[in-house]
């Protein structure tokens, strides 16, 4: 997507939670999955290091121990994050499905109910 000031309609959709184009969505994703990964990679640990420090904290003052049980909370959030926006892309990626519209849906559940009876 290019950068450049969005139409009218665009920023319309845009308010309404619709999406403007499938190369806008990737663009959106891939920008998100690559500033989270930046953000995790900039970690002093890993959140099994994190863990293990957390295991052996006993002896540690009060203060390095909540500052690592938020740093875990904090990774914790952005791997979850990181998580859901890379299945997006990769379903945004593989092409774009199309949901059944209102009157399909109620065609099928018709065509369910004929076969019941």
Do not use: W
């Not at 950068?3 to 665009?10: A, F, L, P, R, V």
């Not at 990964?37 to 863990?51: A, I």
């Not at 914790?76 to 849906?105: D, N, V």
């Amino acid at each position: 997507a290019e950068s450049h000031e969005m139409q009218n309609g665009e920023a319309r959709k845009v308010l309404r939670g619709l999406k403007i184009s499938d190369s806008n969505e990737l663009c959106l994703y891939r920008t998100l999955v690559s500033a989270i990964e930046g953000l995790l990679s900039k970690y002093p640990t890993k959140m099994t290091e994190d863990e293990q420090l957390l295991k052996d904290s006993r002896h540690m003052p009060i203060n390095h121990r909540n500052a690592l049980i938020l740093r875990k909370g904090e990774k914790r959030i952005l791997i979850f994050t990181l998580s859901r926006y890379q299945r997006m892309l990769k379903r945004l990626e593989k092409g774009p499905s199309r949901s059944p519209s209102k009157k399909e849906r109620q065609a099928q559940k018709k065509k369910k109910e004929k076969k019941k009876k």
